[in-house]
């Protein structure tokens, strides 16, 4: 099981960045744990200074902009 964190405050694109994760999560087939972390000192804790952020398992892979479906299926696929 991997664990997808969408950091952010709560924006639009925050809410999109997990609407694409759990999708490419679905359409892969991964046994997945969505967490959304919004407390700001946390965020920057990852070095997240933008967001929307996407963190796996801790590993932050996207930052600034939601990834393209493709993308995100890469992304969780790796």
Request: with cysteine.
């Amino acid at each position: 099981m991997i664990r997808i964190q969408v950091l952010g405050t709560g924006c639009p694109k925050c809410g999109m960045m997990a609407e694409v994760a759990e999708a490419a999560a679905l359409e892969l087939g991964i046994e997945y744990e969505l967490e959304k972390i919004s407390d700001l000192n946390e965020i920057v804790s990852f070095g997240v200074m933008m967001t929307p952020a996407l963190a796996v398992d801790g590993v932050v892979k996207a930052v600034g902009k939601v990834p393209a479906f493709e993308t995100m299926k890469e992304i969780l696929g790796s």
